[in-house]
């Protein structure tokens, strides 16, 4: 759906309207991130109103760090209930399909609240000794002295495994996880779904996960595992779902179905991006990699400015529940607000010498994990210390990384994800 005119805004007022870039256009995003014109958006129009083509009926498109930290913290005027998509989904399609990030508090902090002790910092820390000897048979197994894909022989195994580990999930269908994932959370790219969002007609899914009947086959698919659970509960974080009481009640198969699909999704796409954006960024700025396997001691910084620069999730999308400002702009009830953490993460006004990746950066507050309020990602620990392992243990391997191809990106303005990242690996 094209978005093909801004209009400036400053205090509730029209300034003037000019051609702009149109962030709903996917193959601009397939072509790379636009960070030029957020650069320009961020200075000319920090909270801006983008028309889209009918059904949709706009949305306010807002690129400022502060701007978009106020928001995330205002939860009560910022719903996420209607979605976090450009979607505007029925409410009939919500309540079928409503996961922990669709769902304001008190409603989110309930269901939270059962999953925190899974994934609090001192939980995950239980887990460094099994991520970093999956990383090291991954290593062994996927890095090659001749080119090979990045993407494919690292960076999708190991959160796959790990997420796997602690949800309890069957080692016999990872790949099948995987490959339901890549058609979910890419649901706009031909080359990894053949139900286009935007392009098909996906009525008929519109109350499955990201509106397609892949949606459906995970539902299935987490189905089975629930009982194989009931059956013979284990020390995992799906068996805690199954015995929570959310109110005294236990979850409804409605939730363990969105429950199951996000934690998948998320806890698997999200850490592959930023492990593959990062092995990139290395590969683009080979003086930060010398500078990382000089001083281990830059490790943890390191990790903070891979999850910045990649950026795993560009946006995500609230509902403004009442009037409200919102740097200078006027936004009515009902109205879209899409917050832009891709162009968060390169304001100058929050991070010093934004466009350049380094990985000394101190004081590393980036919107990857979104930043206020209770949206917080769940699994930010956990993400944190796959990249952070992973990088440790390439330091130990790799001297340098060099493309040997054209990294090809997903068709997507949600995910920064890469379909493929063809580099050789040149060994310490």
Partial sequence: MAATLFRLISFGAKLNVMPAVDLTDLDLWARGVPYAEFARLRTEAPVA????????????SVHRYADIVSASRDVATFSSARGISFEEPTDEDMAAR???????????????????????????????????????????AGLSDDPFDFVDAVAKEVPIRVLAKVMGLPEANLDQFIDLGDRLIANT?????????????????????????YGKQLWDLGREIVRERLREPGDDLLSRLLMARVDGEALSEVDLDNLFSILVIAGNETTRIAIAQGVLAFCQYP???DRLRADPDLLAAATEEVLRWSCPT????????????????????GDKVVLWYVSGNRDDAEFADADRFDVGRSDNRHL???????????GAHLARLEVQVVLAALTRRVARFEL?????????????????????????
Avoid at 314 to 333: D, N, P, V
Avoid at 368 to 378: D, I, V
Avoid at 407 to 426: C, D, E, M, Q, Y
Wanted: hydrophobic share 35%; glycine share 8%; charged share 25%.
């Fill in 287 to 289: 003086q930060e990699w």
């Fill in 98 to 140: 409503r996961t922990i990030i669709d769902t304001d508090p008190p409603a989110h902090t309930k269901l939270r609240k059962i999953m925190t002790g899974t994934f609090s910092q001192r939980a995950v820390a239980v887990y460094r000794h099994f991520v970093e000897g999956l990383t090291e048979q991954v290593l062994d």
């Fill in 49 to 60: 109103w983008f028309d889209e083509e009918s059904p949709n009926s706009g949305f306010w």
């Fill in 368 to 378: 990857s994990f979104g930043r206020g309020g209770p949206h917080l990602c769940l």
């Fill in 189 to 213: 790219d031909p080359d990894l779904t053949d139900v286009v969002w935007g392009r098909d007609d996906t009525d008929a899914f519109r109350r499955f996960p990201f509106r397609s009947p």
């Fill in 314 to 333: 560009h946006f995500m999308r609230r509902t403004a529940t009442a009037g409200a400002e919102l740097g200078g702009a006027s936004i009515r009830a």
């Fill in 404 to 428: 040997v191809g054209e990294p090809r990106r997903i068709r997507s303005n949600f995910t920064n994800g890469l379909k493929a990242l063809p580099v050789r690996a040149i060994r310490a």
